[in-house]
């Protein structure tokens, strides 16, 4: 839609489209009079309506027949009643059922005619002339075939049998294969304005109506189904129950929410390989990180988790690791490790680690963004479309006026919302009003607005600035270009004008997981799950040049392992991002992109030499040849790592090359991000069920990742733990156990160094206060400089007692005490005045107890001053190969939590602890220079 246009010019339009349909309808109930005239012979036309009614046959295909018609007659008169309305509107909202053409979709014709088409007759076919076959819908090239009575009685199925598709085995993917009306929820009877609203939130209806309900509602089967429902015995039944209580991501607490018909695309992990038979291991890196904040959302909700919603590569990569930067003028540093393996002894773990460069917010270059919003019935509820508002306007709020900003909505046809705007103050003003006015419903036409939203991106592209489209919806496409295939070119054609793509998943039940992620790996783009506002913050606020800005392309990976020396290796995860070996070196194959200050981690697990390999089956010898001699160079690496990498508006890749060599260090002993990366990656590993690893407890995910802990700005890696101990059969006794027999050595001043302050500078503004009910604003800058922000929503404003803020930035830290009434002095203004005062209490460990105030009326220019601080210390132990510890002031660490940072200032950190004979000290450590 073009705001631009008259409205008349529309309303004229839409009046025109409905006398056409309108006049469609009539012919189909045309056609369908003759149909029925033609099921009784001439000569006993007579006694046709006792006869015909009197037939079985004859009311189950009337039922469907006039069902049919309902539903389309149904859509015309709603579209009309819409039109209107319309009349008596001056400017038009742009409710998606005002741009959407009212058809009944394809793909739910098609679910009605295979409900049909399941009920095999048990009494004679209704017949009509041989010419007349089947009946045609107008306007489609689907045909009803010749309608045929339901049986007397037929095997019930309940709905739930055939809807939950929430995937409880490896390699499962989506139960049904796609997207599919939930029939347990199809809308119940009402007045017409009960219709229209369920036909708006619903679409066509797949279930069979009421009209149908004597004849086949008891026996409403998919074919594909049926056999399904009848093949499993009773033994087999109860394996199969007993096997899903087991099933790993299950909340202890809580039970399986229900049906889902989300749908992934399979996931077939690495085999163990031997370097003497394939020596080169390639693929695309992944930047995205939409599995983890999926499945915490499942972990959340008490779901099982489907194995192939598990890409362990997007669980490790969601955090923040304190790799080193490149030097000079490179895009990115490339590194590997090795240590021992922290869940196999002998085994050891490689670890390939890339950090891009950092670009500061305000060095990035100007952008060119077009969302492209579904606001399709599928998106009503709270955690799709309203959160998708809200995440955008982060997004927005963070923008300038370097930067334009257009908007795209679609569902059953596409419009535009806001041509693309200079975002300067009237421009950020008229982007949040067209933002507001978005509402849901109706069907989801995503093919048609990625077309548009490339079309209108390519024409105010920026030459070396950030050109890209922001997709955010639940992947539901279900009407106009609804496939996989054709969906991914229609995106690969648009990256190819140097348009890059960001995908913003939401919701829950629906959610194409698998459509989402074909299009984004296809379309240089990234891919992010968003499940509340926190992480909104995260993705449009903490990590925005990340997201916007391509430091690198079509980035690829090859390693090359010594068989003199690994005998066996595998990729843990990547499963979808495998390339051939001969891809590395061809710039033609696409792969996946990095952003500013993006992390990405692999792990290979190796079995080294004169280790037995596992247990992977036998082949027997082969009888035509002999095996090759085996020598190898004589060299102390264990495997050589390449990079390739495209600038990205470049066409020619450039090449990293490193070795990895020398003798792997304990696991305990590699640092606190080698430590926690691998814990994440073993949790995934499980989730995915790999036998490999079933053995390992999950609180051994906990104990290899507890130290990593220590650095925990945003409290993220508390957070995985958490996930952890809610998932599968926890059992805290390993991790007490692994803890009792950690050696415990007590540092001195000659095994710290004190080497960084580092501040975060926080306030708490008033915001709004009524009858004793508060709703503050969260400002803040860490000490990287980087703002930062949170709020309460006024809707949900605090009494006295009530923690703050509920998610982002500072979650759950403070608690609101009440309001007094004090003379404060300004100095601005030169005068005293009485003012409220907000009180509140931290709740962090480090400052629990703490009191602070929020002023009311307090100026921009005075909150500086204002202003509270967080201090920490970054220290490092002497002699240990680990990351330095980041440790806030106030808080413990070190073995048992000995050591507490009792005060750091710029050149000096003042350290408390006990020694082993129970004596208290204190270590005064200065600034390393």
């Given at each position: 839609m073009n705001p631009s246009e008259d409205p008349s010019d529309r309303l004229v339009d839409s009046l025109l489209r409905e006398q056409a349909r309108r006049s469609a309808d009539e012919e189909l109930l045309k056609s369908i009079e003759e149909k029925l005239d033609a099921v009784s012979p001439a000569s006993a036309q007579a006694e046709r309506p006792r006869s015909v009614l009197s037939n079985p046959a004859v009311i189950g295909a009337l039922a469907a027949v006039v069902t049919l018609g309902m539903l389309i007659l149904g859509s015309a008169n709603m579209a009309m009643n819409k039109a209107k309305r319309s009349e008596q509107v001056a400017a038009p909202s742009y409710r998606e059922s005002q741009l959407r053409e009212q058809i009944v979709p394809e793909n739910d014709l098609k679910e009605l005619q295979r409900s049909v088409a399941s009920a095999k007759p048990a009494s004679p076919r209704i017949t009509s002339s041989d010419a007349e076959g089947s009946l045609v819908v107008p306007d489609s090239s689907l045909k009803l075939e010749t309608l045929e009575a339901p049986p007397a009685a037929a095997p019930a199925v309940s709905n739930q049998s055939f809807a939950d598709n929430s995937g409880s085995g490896r390699g499962s993917g989506s139960a049904m294969g796609g997207p599919r009306h939930d029939l347990s929820q199809a809308p119940a009877k009402g007045d017409s304005k009960d219709i229209e609203q369920n036909m708006l939130l619903w679409g066509t209806p797949t279930a069979p109506s009421d009209a149908l309900a004597g004849a086949a509602a008891d026996s409403f089967v998919l074919p594909s189904e049926a056999p399904l429902a009848e093949s499993l015995s009773e033994p087999e039944a109860n394996e199969l129950t007993q096997r899903s209580k087991n099933l790993p991501g299950k909340a202890r607490a809580r039970t399986d929410s229900g049906p889902s018909r989300e749908n992934y695309g399979r996931l077939i992990d690495q085999p163990w390989k031997y370097p003497w038979q394939e020596a080169l291991s390639t693929f695309s890196i992944d930047v995205d990180n939409a599995s983890y904040t999926n499945i915490r959302r499942m972990i959340a909700e008490g779901r099982q988790i489907p194995a192939d919603a598990v890409r362990i590569e997007e669980l490790v990569n969601y955090f923040d690791y304190r790799y080193a930067g490149p030097q000079g003028d490179g895009p990115f540093a490339v590194t590997g490790d090795l240590a021992t393996c922290p869940w196999k002894p002998g085994h050891l773990l490689a670890r390939v680690a890339i950090k891009g460069k950092e670009i500061p917010n305000n060095s990035r270059p100007a952008s060119n963004l077009v969302f492209l919003i579904d606001v399709s019935g599928s998106m009503?509820?709270?955690?799709?479309?309203?959160?998708?508002?809200?995440?955008?306007?982060?997004?927005?709020?963070?923008?300038?006026?370097?930067?334009?900003?257009?908007?795209?909505?679609?569902?059953?046809?596409?419009?535009?919302?806001?041509?693309?705007?200079?975002?300067?103050?009237?421009?950020?003003?008229?982007?949040?009003?067209?933002?507001?006015?978005?509402?849901?419903?109706?069907?989801?036409?995503?093919?048609?607005?990625?077309?548009?939203?490339?079309?209108?991106?390519?024409?105010?592209?920026?030459?070396?600035?950030?050109?890209?489209?922001?997709?955010?919806?639940?992947?539901?496409?279900?009407?106009?270009?609804?496939?996989?295939?054709?969906?991914?070119?229609?995106?690969?054609?648009?990256?190819?004008?140097?348009?890059?793509?960001?995908?913003?998943?939401?919701?829950?039940?629906?959610?194409?997981?698998?459509?989402?992620?074909?299009?984004?790996?296809?379309?240089?783009?990234?891919?992010?799950?968003?499940?509340?506002?926190?992480?909104?913050?995260?993705?449009?606020?903490?990590?925005?040049?990340?997201?916007?800005?391509?430091?690198?392309?079509?980035?690829?990976?090859?390693?090359?392992?010594?068989?003199?020396?690994?005998?066996?290796?595998?990729?843990?995860?990547?499963?979808?991002?495998?390339?051939?070996?001969?891809?590395?070196?061809?710039?033609?194959?696409?792969?996946?992109?990095?952003?500013?200050?993006?992390?990405?981690?692999?792990?290979?697990?190796?079995?080294?030499?004169?280790?037995?390999?596992?247990?992977?089956?036998?082949?027997?010898?082969?009888?035509?040849?002999?095996?090759?001699?085996?020598?190898?160079?004589?060299?102390?690496?264990?495997?050589?790592?390449?990079?390739?990498?495209?600038?990205?508006?470049?066409?020619?890749?450039?090449?990293?090359?490193?070795?990895?060599?020398?003798?792997?260090?304990?696991?305990?002993?590699?640092?606190?991000?080698?430590?926690?990366?691998?814990?994440?990656?073993?949790?995934?590993?499980?989730?995915?069920?790999?036998?490999?690893?079933?053995?390992?407890?999950?609180?051994?995910?906990?104990?290899?990742?507890?130290?990593?802990?220590?650095?925990?700005?945003?409290?993220?890696?508390?957070?995985?733990?958490?996930?952890?101990?809610?998932?599968?059969?926890?059992?805290?006794?390993?991790?007490e156990a692994e803890e009792s027999t950690r050696m415990t050595p007590v540092w001195t001043a000659a095994d710290l160094s004190f080497l960084e302050m580092r501040s975060t500078k926080w306030y708490v503004t008033f915001g709004l206060q009524s009858e004793g009910k508060w709703a503050p604003k969260l400002l803040g800058q860490d000490h990287l400089k980087k703002p930062f922000n949170n709020r309460v929503n006024p809707a949900t404003m605090l009494n006295p007692g009530d923690t703050f803020f509920g998610d982002g930035a500072m979650q759950g830290r403070f608690k609101l005490i009440g309001f007094t009434e004090r003379e404060v002095f300004s100095s601005l203004t030169g005068t005293s005045q009485n003012v409220q005062v907000a009180i509140y209490e931290d709740l962090s460990p480090g400052k629990l107890g703490k009191r602070y105030e929020s002023q009311y009326g307090l100026l921009d220019a005075e909150i500086d001053a204002a202003a509270y601080a967080d201090h920490s210390a970054v220290i490092a132990v002497k002699g240990s190969e680990r990351t330095p510890l980041v440790i806030g002031e106030g808080s413990t660490f070190g073995a048992n939590n000995r050591y507490l940072l009792k005060q750091v200032t710029a050149d000096h950190a003042s350290i408390e602890y006990t020694d082993q004979s129970g004596t208290l000290r204190l270590l005064n450590l200065p600034l390393q220079k």
């Open positions: 009503q509820s709270p955690d799709k479309l309203p959160l998708l508002k809200r995440s955008i306007r982060v997004l927005i709020d963070q923008l300038d006026e370097r930067d334009r900003v257009g908007m795209v909505v679609y569902a059953g046809t596409e419009g535009v919302v806001l041509e693309p705007t200079l975002l300067d103050e009237r421009g950020k003003s008229q982007a949040i009003q067209a933002l507001e006015k978005l509402e849901a419903g109706g069907s989801t036409n995503g093919g048609a607005g990625i077309q548009r939203a490339y079309q209108m991106a390519a024409k105010h592209l920026v030459q070396g600035g950030t050109n890209r489209v922001i997709l955010a919806t639940d992947g539901d496409f279900n009407v106009g270009t609804t496939g996989q295939g054709a969906l991914v070119n229609l995106v690969k054609n648009g990256s190819g004008n140097r348009i890059y793509l960001s995908v913003l998943g939401f919701g829950t039940g629906n959610l194409n997981d698998a459509m989402l992620e074909a299009i984004t790996k296809d379309g240089n783009g990234n891919y992010f799950y968003v499940d509340n506002d926190g992480e909104a913050q995260r993705v449009f606020l903490q990590k925005l040049t990340g997201t916007l800005v391509t430091i690198a392309k079509d980035v690829k990976i090859q390693v090359e392992f010594n068989p003199g020396k690994v005998k066996g290796y595998r990729l843990i995860g990547y499963a979808n991002r495998i390339l051939r070996h001969e891809d590395f070196n061809n710039d033609k194959v696409d792969a996946g992109d990095i952003g500013a200050g993006h992390t990405v981690t692999a792990f290979y697990e190796i079995v080294p030499d004169g280790v037995d390999m596992p247990a992977t089956g036998s082949v027997d010898p082969l009888r035509y040849q002999k095996p090759l001699e085996r020598d190898v160079v004589a060299s102390d690496d264990w495997l050589t790592l390449k990079l390739r990498y495209k600038h990205p508006e470049g066409d020619n890749s450039s090449l990293i090359e490193t070795t990895v060599k020398g003798e792997p260090v304990a696991w305990q002993q590699a640092g606190n991000d080698f430590r926690f990366a691998s814990a994440v990656a073993l949790f995934g590993m499980k989730l995915r069920q790999l036998p490999d690893v079933a053995d390992v407890p999950w609180a051994k995910v906990e104990s290899i990742a507890r130290p990593g802990l220590a650095d925990d700005a945003r409290e993220q890696r508390s957070e995985f733990v958490s996930m952890v101990r809610k998932t599968g059969d926890y059992d805290p006794s390993v991790v």
